[in-house]
């Protein structure tokens, strides 16, 4: 168990639709990555937040935000969801002036 | 993020065998280099990482060689065991992107007894 929780674990949605994910990182870590995996895509950076601020941003498409709250933990927002959409999405989170993430269990996304 | 490539994408090894799985990067900024296990219906887990002020790390079976200058990096899996089955995943990165993880595409082990 890395400390770091995902809720929720399985989502079914239709097209067009939106949905939130949640992340809450480990205790005392500050930056929290959120990244989608796919069979084609495989692993892709998505968008980091550190401290509630964005930091960086990756391949996150413009239909996708995110967000850090003041407890430190994240929601990624995914709206006029596309079938494409499908796939795994994953929060990490790592603490401020370390390299090291650690990953949650993951949000199995299933847009039908 | 520029490419990490990641061979072989499968491997199959007998039970006390050794494995080894190559990344190369292209990033020149790239200074930290971890490699993750992913089993199945699992998140990624941090099993090694290495620095690039360091040649070479070692946690009891599992080793990993950087060498920059050639811009690749190798997991060393000894004496593999059933339950190092799993997908290994290389990755890189540096403080430009966040220290945002830029992912090979991932072995998918099979250690047989």
């Known amino acids: 168990d890395s400390g770091v929780t995902q809720t929720p674990k399985h989502l079914i949605t239709a097209t067009g639709q939106r949905v939130t994910l949640r992340c809450s990182p480990r205790?005392?870590?500050?930056?929290v990555y959120w990244y989608q995996q796919s069979l084609d895509q495989g692993l892709q950076f998505l968008i980091q937040?550190?401290?509630?601020?964005?930091?960086a941003k990756g391949n996150i498409l413009e239909r996708f935000s995110a967000q850090q709250f003041p407890d430190l933990h994240s929601e990624l927002n995914l709206s006029s969801l596309e079938l494409g959409d499908s796939a795994l999405y994953f929060c990490?989170?790592?603490?401020?002036?370390?390299?090291?993430?650690?990953f949650g269990p993951g949000t199995r996304l299933t847009v039908t | 993020g520029e490419n990490v490539e990641q061979h072989p994408s499968t491997l199959s090894v007998q039970e006390g065998d050794s494995a080894v799985i190559k990344c190369t990067y292209s990033?020149?900024?790239?200074?930290?280099f971890p490699w993750y296990k992913q089993e199945l219906g699992k998140g990624p887990q941090l099993i090694i990482d290495?620095?690039?002020?360091?040649g070479e790390k070692k946690d009891q079976r599992i080793a990993v060689t950087l060498n920059k200058t050639a811009k690749h990096f190798s997991l060393h899996i000894t004496e593999t065991q059933p339950e190092d089955s799993a997908v290994y995943f290389c990755?890189?990165?540096?403080?430009?992107?966040?220290?945002?993880?830029?992912f090979g595409k991932g072995t998918s082990l099979l250690v047989t007894p």
């Open positions: 290495i620095r690039s002020n360091v």
């Open positions: 990490a989170s790592s603490v401020q002036g370390t390299h090291e993430q650690y």
């Open positions: 990033d020149s900024a790239s200074n930290y």
């Open positions: 937040y550190y401290n509630g601020e964005e930091r």
């Open positions: 205790s005392g870590d500050l930056s």
């Open positions: 990755a890189d990165s540096n403080s430009n992107s966040g220290y945002a993880l830029n």
